[in-house]
């Protein structure tokens, strides 16, 4: 019979839970995903090779680009500036090893046509402060942020 392990979270603030989403994941990166509500449901296969599913890097790169942007529109409207309908952030995540440690780093090409430049850049600083996930990967890992206007 399995066994099941709770843990026990030390968190103390209150927090408003806005969405949980759930997903179950069998075999890893050569594996397959599905969320509960069965929104999505994915084939994994490793990064590089030539196997029909995507992988967890893809998946990261898809999320963390539509909250960023989401959070771009966010501090635009904070900020009054008209926030152009084509903006986009191309986002790269790379798998990296060093030694026989795994680590990621990311970059954003955020591109905001027609903006000024000191004011795009003020937009993708102060979303990269509002951002879910970016708040996750402050000082874990290595983002650097490109602006194009």
Same mark, same amino acid.
């Given at each position: 019979?399995?066994?099941?392990?709770?843990?026990?979270?030390?968190?103390?603030?209150?927090?408003?839970?806005l969405? !949980? *989403?759930?997903?179950? /994941?069998?075999?890893?990166?050569e594996? =397959?995903?599905?969320?509960?509500?069965?929104? &999505? +449901?994915?084939?994994?296969?490793?990064?590089? !090779? *030539?196997?029909?599913? /995507?992988?967890?890097?893809?998946?990261? =790169?898809?999320?963390?680009?539509a909250?960023? &942007? +989401?959070?771009?529109?966010?501090?635009?409207?904070?900020?009054?500036?008209?926030?152009?309908?084509?903006?986009?952030?191309?986002?790269?995540?790379?798998?990296?090893?060093?030694?026989?440690?795994?680590?990621?780093?990311?970059?954003?090409?955020?591109?905001?046509?027609?903006?000024?430049?000191?004011?795009?850049r003020?937009?993708?600083?102060?979303?990269?402060?509002?951002?879910?996930?970016?708040?996750?990967?402050?000082?874990?890992?290595?983002?650097?942020?490109?602006?194009?206007?």
């Open positions: 019979m399995p066994t099941f392990i709770e843990e026990v979270s030390t968190m103390t603030s209150l927090k408003k839970v969405y !949980t *989403a759930r997903a179950h /994941t069998r075999g890893g990166r594996g =397959a995903s599905r969320t509960d509500d069965g929104r &999505l +449901s994915v084939t994994l296969s490793p990064p590089g !090779t *030539a196997g029909n599913g /995507t992988n967890p890097e893809q998946l990261f =790169a898809v999320g963390w680009s909250c960023f &942007l +989401s959070a771009m529109q966010l501090v635009a409207r904070k900020m009054k500036v008209a926030f152009p309908a084509d903006t986009a952030d191309d986002v790269e995540v790379d798998l990296c090893l060093t030694g026989d440690a795994f680590s990621l780093q990311a970059r954003h090409t955020v591109r905001l046509p027609g903006v000024e430049p000191d004011i795009a003020a937009i993708v600083d102060a979303a990269h402060q509002t951002c879910p996930y970016s708040k996750a990967t402050h000082g874990n890992i290595e983002v650097v942020t490109n602006v194009i206007t």
